[in-house]
């Protein structure tokens, strides 16, 4: 083996220091992923809380959008609760939480509230979870249903029992109900569209199925049952057809006090710049806000 020279090691003495140094930058850049994530943590030192409270339809939705905030941001954390929407918005008015997830719009006495404790605040619709009720496409008497007819189906006192109850010229055969779990988006804004956003009670003795394929399936079996789906994975030629439309507006509605606050008003920005991926299950299809509305909320 040739040896070095008493130059040559003097030389790599010298060096070992520098390069020991850039050996452990180039280990860190490798644990931040190597795109500079760790970095930008650092620079952006975000930290605090952000509190979200809402109705049920939107916690699917507002649960994955806090998720993927917190894996940015490890240092901000997320709470994020459904309560529904009349609890939500009395948390909200009375300023302990910062954002309001909820299937409606504030009444007149939650606006006076919020005044009255001083809580200003912006909406900002985010999505729709239009419902569709449907029948079988061998269904070959209802062609459309108005929402007097579908209260008659679904309600949860004394509900039709068969067709003819709902329209004499209809068989009396009976009513085949099909439904989502009573905890789920769907059930929760067919009711709510139904009865009223307050403590709302739809019919509970049909068959529940786990999702839209699962419901299509058993409405499409039976020329008598009657089911909800979320509008959106609505599709022509899957056995079932629609007949009559409940439309909903998924709101987030956000503090102004909060917005003062950097990780909230990061929080919302992050939620209308990447909104989370609506799933046939949320029950939702997203809304685009308003050009005015973005800029808003979006600028730096």
């Known amino acids: 083996m040739r040896r070095a020279s008493p130059r040559a090691r003097r030389t790599l003495l010298q060096l070992a220091p520098v390069i020991v140094v850039a050996t452990l930058v180039g280990i860190a850049a490798a644990d931040s992923g190597g795109r500079g994530e760790g970095r930008t943590r650092k620079r952006d030192g975000l930290t605090g809380a952000v509190r979200v409270d809402g109705a049920a339809a939107m916690r ?21 609760g459904a309560s529904g929407d009349e609890s939500a918005i009395a948390l ?29 605040y912006s909406e900002i619709e985010v999505a729709r979870g239009d419902v569709a009720v449907v029948v079988s496409d061998r269904n070959r008497f209802v062609d459309r249903l108005t929402i007097d007819r579908i209260r008659a189906l679904w309600r949860r006192a004394i509900p039709a029992r068969t067709w003819a109850e709902v329209d004499p010229r209809w068989p009396a055969v009976e009513v085949e109900p099909v439904g989502w779990k009573p905890d789920s988006a769907p ?25 839209s394929k699962e419901l299509t399936k058993a409405v499409a079996s ?22 009559g439309v409940l439309p909903r507006a998924l709101y987030l509605d956000v503090s102004r006090d909060s917005l003062k606050q950097p990780e909230s008003r990061r929080f919302v920005r992050e939620y209308l710049n990447h909104p989370p991926a609506i799933r046939a299950s949320d029950g939702a299809v997203a809304v685009t806000p308003s050009h005015r509305v973005y800029r808003k909320f979006t600028r730096p």
Not at 64 to 79: L, S
Not at 188 to 210: H, K
Not at 222 to 240: E, F, H, R
């Open 60 to 80: 699917n939705l507002v649960d994955r959008a806090a998720q993927r905030f917190e894996r940015r941001y490890p240092d901000v954390r997320v709470t994020v």
């Open 92 to 120: 909200f008015c009375a300023g302990e939480v910062d954002v309001a997830a909820v299937a409606r719009r504030l009444d007149r006495d939650e606006r006076r509230a919020c005044r009255s404790s001083r809580t200003r």
């Open 222 to 243: 039976s020329p008598n049952a009657i089911g909800y789906l979320p509008l959106a994975p609505l599709k022509p030629g899957s056995g079932v057809r629609p007949v």
């Open 187 to 211: 059930a929760t804004l067919l009711a709510q569209a139904l009865f009223g956003p307050i403590d709302p009670l739809a019919r509970d003795d049909y068959e529940v199925t786990a999702d």
